[in-house]
């Protein structure tokens, strides 16, 4: 269980998280979704203590992120962007984070499998695609067999076959109990994997309600979704043509 | 390439159940193991801890060849490829910790130890214990072949020679202690080429312009020190052909070491006042 109060955070004027208060549960795909520049990842940033927030908390399991006792064992996180050094392997990557938490070194290789990276283990993660990359950053979250898992964007850059892939693992990671907070800014793929919703905009939280709730509102999820958010998109294209 | 093909879908590849319960909670000696793993992964670390070594103990050799006088501080000279083979360490320092900032993988290393200071203190150790042996390794090669290069009939100082030991064995501390001290700030700065700017620009340009300025203040700059202070078998202060009857002080050998502690620690103090602090 996941309980964020009152979370805020400012990047100098710029509010980026607005007394943010939200529960995320066991048991069930928990979708985060929000507009570009929402602040998705710095609420993320902020659950796993690498941002100290201006004001409010966020706790797992009732202890704050950095007060955890073998954090990777209780947190997988996948943060949207790249977070291993370029030089190093893929394994030696997964290896070295295993050490620091007394991981047993065998769940470095069944990552590896599991992620589909066994093969490209000892090539330099810098020569990685994108979706190699992103399939790196998940074999670390799933290292620990963790009861939590934060995925930011977990889809970015895998092709087809990844992205059921992942749709497939989240749901069973909840079905076996594990809570998945999974963000995203694509509404079709969070209305297949998703029960739950937690929408924000501005860095204000806009939903909190399940699936079904929400695209009840509206012709579709998707419209649902923008009417929700049209007054608090930060980027937006401008309308071209007649209006 | 993402041709590989992913895993089958659905299964986590441990037991359903989460992890077995572990008791106590992760500490200094797994973060100093992953720390460990994390710099032995690197070609490059490997790479600037050869040239380092090679290229001290040659200048050591070079010199000893061609040593003429005998009654110059022929351990003072073996030990001569010290100060420049510092500076690679010193850099190797800086990137340890700014390469985490620049690849990302600071990210990764805190969601596995968040305790800041801890890890700081735990890569310090890592990274320090690796230099230290180097170091060590490289004063006392240097010594030894520098001793052997010697021609001209000069004998080669002997280990068991006054203040011989004491001069090998505080040079070899130096690669540790600049290199920590470009730990720290790496730590502090997080950008490699200005930490590595200030890192050559404070042991090398201001070193040598405080020391053509001011002598008083000279002896204190870190290459001064290693050059003068720690590698030197002579208590009294030096005279010599260049300044006629003038004697030139330096600080003491444990004056100096003292120092080039102080520039190891103070960086590191503060870095991981501000790792504790910002946000990563």
């Not at chain 1, 579709?220 to 979704?225: M, W, Y």
């Not at chain 2, 002579?234 to 300044?243: A, F, M, Q, S």
């Amino acid at each position: 269980m996941i309980k964020a109060r009152g979370l805020t955070k400012r990047y100098g004027t710029v509010k980026a998280v607005d007394a943010l208060s939200f529960d995320v549960r066991p048991g069930a795909v928990t979708g985060f979704l929000g507009p570009n520049g929402s602040g998705k990842t710095t609420t993320m940033r902020l659950m796993l203590g690498l941002d100290r927030p201006d004001g409010g908390t966020v706790t797992i399991g009732g202890r704050r992120y950095r007060d955890l006792a073998w954090p990777l064992r209780e947190v997988g996180a996948l943060l949207d962007a790249r977070a291993f050094h370029p030089g190093r392997s893929a394994r030696a990557h997964l290896a070295a984070l295993a050490a620091a938490n007394s991981i047993p070194s065998r769940r470095v290789d069944e990552v590896l499998r599991q992620v589909g990276l066994d093969t490209a283990r000892d090539r330099r993660a810098g020569k990685f695609s994108l979706g190699m990359g992103q399939r790196l950053g998940l074999a670390a979250a799933l290292l620990g067999d963790p009861g939590i898992l934060l995925l930011d964007e977990p889809v970015n850059g895998l092709d087809p076959e990844g992205v059921r892939w992942i749709r497939d693992l989240m749901k069973s990671l909840a079905a076996e109990g594990r809570t998945v907070f999974v963000s995203s800014h694509l509404i079709s793929e969070m209305a297949q994997t998703a029960e739950h919703v937690i929408v924000i905009g501005g860095g204000r939280l806009l939903a909190d309600t399940t699936v079904g709730e929400l695209a009840a509102r509206s012709a579709s999820l998707e419209d649902a979704f923008l009417e929700l958010t049209s007054g608090s998109a930060e980027f937006r294209a401008a309308h071209r043509g007649p209006a | 390439m993402t041709s590989a093909a992913p895993g089958i879908p659905g299964t986590p590849a441990a037991p359903s159940a989460p992890a077995e319960r572990l008791r106590g909670h992760y500490g200094f000696a797994q973060v100093a193991r992953m720390e460990w793993i994390k710099l032995r992964t690197l070609r490059s670390t490997w790479w600037t801890l050869a040239i380092t070594a090679v290229g001290s103990v040659g200048m050591g050799v070079a010199i000893g060849f061609n040593t003429r006088n005998a009654a110059g501080d022929l351990t003072n000279n073996a030990l001569a490829g010290m100060v420049p083979g510092l500076l690679f360490t010193g850099v190797l320092g800086v990137l340890a910790m700014t390469g985490e900032y620049t690849s990302g993988t600071i990210r990764a290393t805190l969601t596995a130890a968040p305790r800041r200071v801890l890890l700081l203190a735990a890569k310090s150790a890592v990274f320090g214990a690796v230099t230290l042996a180097l170091g060590e390794a490289s004063a006392f090669v240097s010594f030894f072949a520098a001793g052997a290069a010697l021609r001209h009939g000069i004998a080669a100082p002997t280990l068991g020679q006054p203040g011989v030991l004491q001069a090998v064995a505080l040079s070899g501390t130096s690669f540790c202690l600049i290199g920590l001290l470009g730990l720290g700030l790496g730590a502090i700065i997080r950008h490699s080429p200005a930490a590595i700017g200030v890192l050559v620009g404070g042991v090398y340009v201001l070193a040598q312009m405080v020391g053509a300025f001011s002598h008083s203040a000279g002896i204190y700059m870190p290459i001064l020190i290693v050059g003068n202070s720690i590698s030197t078998t002579r208590t009294e202060c030096v005279t010599g052909p260049g300044n006629g009857a003038q004697c030139i002080h330096f600080l003491s050998p444990w004056t100096g070491f003292g120092m080039l502690c102080l520039y190891a620690a103070v960086p590191l103090v503060i870095g991981g006042w501000l790792l504790a602090r910002r946000d990563a």
